[in-house]
T-cell receptor, first 109, second 116 residues
């Protein structure tokens, strides 16, 4: 799996959009970008995934650059419950998920 | 909404004892996984399981570990002789598909294993 680089931590004010960046410059053509999050002491939770196009669901939006070397997860209106560690993961034809250290997102009241 | 469940939520055991961690995956899922997370560290893959056999395992998953799907609903992780370093949170996950480019895994709440 391609390596990803994320900032170790970020702050965001409650109610504002949280934009979490991820670099994956060695991604190959058949690899997807996944985002998971882990709220303290809970199991990881799937957020969204994409290949080339931007994606949106009820939780977040995923913006992937045209060259696919980076992406941004957007939480449109962050709440205190969005405080968690966010993992950007690149996966190909592989069952297992390789988690990195992720970005610890603090939502500030 | 269907979810993965795990029991017990916390297991305390003596070093050298056997433990069995239990998971009930989502009912129509066919692929099952165990991960672990030592306190303060990354989530680590242990094993994946499909069609009643292990499809992949990590270096952590040595002879002390085994997995089983004893019936149509449960998926278990057994540690034969626990060591202090086995103390961790163990997460079960399941997915509908596997081995494809798109594979959304749903995780359970975890079992905290403490080895004394």
């Amino acid at each position: 799996d391609a390596k990803t680089t994320q900032p170790p931590s970020m702050d965001c004010a409650e109610g504002r959009a949280a934009n979490l960046p991820c670099n994956h410059s060695t991604i190959s053509g058949n690899e997807y970008v996944y985002w998971y999050r882990q709220i303290h002491s809970q199991g990881p939770q799937y957020i969204i995934h994409g290949l080339k196009n931007n994606e949106t669901n009820e939780m977040a939006s995923l913006i992937i650059t045209e060259d696919r070397k980076s992406s941004t997860l957007i939480l449109p209106h962050a709440t205190l419950r969005d405080t968690a560690v966010y993992y950007c993961i690149v996966r190909g034809r592989d069952d297992k998920i390789i988690f990195g250290k992720g970005t610890r997102l603090h939502i500030l009241p | 909404e269907p979810e993965v469940t795990q029991t017990p939520s916390h297991q305390v055991t003596q070093m050298g004892q056997e433990v069995i961690l239990r998971c009930v995956p989502i009912s129509n899922h066919l692929y099952f996984y165990w991960y672990r997370q030592i306190l303060g560290q990354k989530v680590e893959f242990l094993v994946s399981f499909y069609n009643n056999e292990i499809s992949e395992k990590s270096e952590i998953f040595d002879d002390q570990f085994s997995v089983e799907r004893p019936d149509g609903s449960n998926f278990t992780l057994k540690i034969r002789s626990t060591k202090l370093e086995d103390s961790a949170m163990y997460f079960c996950a399941s997915s509908v598909t596997g081995g494809l480019n798109y594979n959304e895994q749903f995780f359970g709440p975890g079992t905290r294993l403490t080895v004394l």
